[in-house]
T-cell receptor, first 113, second 115 residues
Framework: KQEVTQIPAALSVPEGENLVLNCSFT??????LQWFRQDPGKGLTSLLLIQSSQREQTSGRLNASLDKSSGRSTLYIAASQPGDSATYLC????????????WGAGTKLIIKP | NAGVTQTPKFQVLKTGQSMTLQCAQD?????MSWYRQDPGMGLRLIHY???????DQGEVPNGYNVSRSTTEDFPLRLLSAAPSQTSVYFCASIDEGTGVGNTIYFGEGSWLTVV
């Protein structure tokens, strides 16, 4: 059974730092992996989607990498800003699923001004 | 373009009561789903639908019922609310079209408390 883990559960860093959020999964048979942002009281917003054949995706200050063989993905945030404070979740779509996603519990990120 | 709209945003129920969480999308997506989010846990799939008239169970379907009479609407019914169903519920739809990598769109969530 596919399991997705995100460590740490919470992270607090000063503004301006570059940081890395981690996501690990137990079964490499995935169709894709996505990173999401969740703000308090709000829904989830898709940040980056990496297909299984890709190694990384970039959007602005965000870069997500995927290493299927080791079951790991990282989300790199450059030059962090207080507006980046949110909970970041990763989710994998198993290869045998029908658009179903398996989710990590998220990392709550606080950027201190 | 409103995206995915969920109502109500907040609801308090008494044990044993029933209610329906409404979800509507205006993007003509075939795939829709309902998740629940509990503290310290990832989102868990309750039910999903791949098109009008077709529904299926997810990971945690017990105590919930769904129907899909139109492409736009996918309501979630709590048959007899229990305190274990206190959670945040999210409706989502997926764009299966080419070029967008199956982007998933979420509603803003429904906070449900069962007392």
């Amino acid at each position: 059974k596919q399991e997705v883990t995100q460590i740490p559960a919470a992270l607090s860093v000063p503004e301006g730092e570059n940081l890395v959020l981690n996501c690990s999964f137990t079964d490499s048979a995935i169709y894709n992996l996505q990173w999401f942002r969740q703000d308090p009281g709000k829904g989830l917003t898709s940040l980056l989607l990496i297909q299984s054949s890709q190694r990384e995706q970039t959007s602005g200050r965000l870069n997500a990498s995927l290493d299927k063989s080791s079951g790991r993905s990282t989300l790199y945030i450059a030059a962090s800003q207080p507006g980046d404070s949110a909970t970041y979740l990763c989710a994998v779509r198993p290869r045998d699923s029908n658009y179903q996603l398996i989710w990590g519990a998220g990392t709550k990120l606080i950027i201190k001004p | 373009n409103a995206g995915v709209t969920q109502t109500p945003k907040f609801q308090v129920l008494k044990t044993g009561q029933s209610m329906t969480l409404q979800c509507a999308q205006d993007m003509n997506h075939e795939y829709m789903s309902w998740y629940r989010q509990d503290p310290g846990m990832g989102l868990r799939l309750i039910h999903y639908s791949v098109g009008a008239g077709i529904t299926d169970q997810g990971e945690v379907p017990n105590g919930y019922n769904v129907s899909r009479s139109t492409t736009e609407d996918f309501p979630l019914r709590l048959l007899s609310a229990a305190p274990s169903q206190t959670s945040v519920y999210f409706c989502a739809s997926i764009d299966e079209g080419t070029g967008v990598g199956n982007t998933i769109y979420f509603g803003e969530g429904s906070w449900l408390t069962v007392v």
